[in-house]
């Protein structure tokens, strides 16, 4: 995946305090001729350059304005936060933002789910980094909110309830409902039995 964007919002979120998530939000801004093209995941390529520690990718011959400034997420009800974007960029049609959000150690997402639904996650450092690509035309949101609690982050539970799932992911979407293998699994055992008669009945005819 390498996405291009008109902006990358990480916020390293150093503690949790009374009114909210404290740490430290790095800016990276578009700069012209050539909007911010990025990785997630290390590339394995000479093109792109490790930000922060390898938190994320930027490629190499991309011009980034860089600022940093102390940050907060706001508490808007017990352990939710909440993000609000103060830029103009959420609009149809504009080039995406990343928020790219890493926890504090020995904390990870929780119930409810995130809204908008986050798009990747890993750990990173031992802590969990969650990131959100946001489109006005996908989210139409100013804001992020999530919710977290004490805990190792489980990437498995994490993915699974708390990632966005594109619509061309729709025809697999199914495979995550517990419904769906509930399902897999009576329909095994209807056959097991129907299996299991048949046997019996060639035995005794025979």
């Known amino acids: 995946m390498s996405p ?17 998530l404290n740490g430290t939000l790095t800016t990276y801004d578009e700069a012209p001729p050539a909007p911010l093209s990025w990785d ?28 940093d400034k102390a940050g907060r997420f706001d508490r808007v009800g017990g352990n939710r936060h909440r993000y ?14 990343a928020l790219i959000v890493l926890l504090p150690r ?3 997402l929780a119930k409810p789910p995130p809204e908008p ?5 890993k750990v990173f450092n031992g802590r969990l980094a969650a990131f959100w690509r946001l489109e006005g035309e996908d989210f139409r949101a ?5 919710s977290i609690a004490k805990g190792k982050p489980n ?16 025809r697999l979407a199914f495979l995550r409902s517990p419904a769906f293998w509930a399902g897999v699994s009576a329909v095994a055992a209807l056959v097991g039995a129907i299996v299991g008669f048949l046997a019996w009945v060639t035995q005794s005819a025979n």
């Open 106 to 108: 020995g904390w990870t």
């Open 155 to 170: 990437m498995a539970l994490v993915n699974r309830r708390f990632r966005h799932i594109k619509a061309t992911d729709g």
């Open 142 to 146: 100013e804001s992020v909110d999530f």
């Open 40 to 67: 997630w995941d290390d590339p394995k390529s000479q093109a792109y350059e490790p930000q922060l520690g390898g938190l994320f990718y930027l490629r190499s011959n991309v011009q980034a304005s860089v600022s």
């Open 4 to 20: 291009e964007g008109a902006a990358i919002f990480v916020f390293d979120a150093g503690s949790v305090g009374p009114d909210g």
């Open 84 to 97: 609000q974007f103060t830029a103009s960029k959420l609009v149809p049609g504009h080039l995406p933002i």
């Open 117 to 121: 639904r986050l798009t990747r996650a």
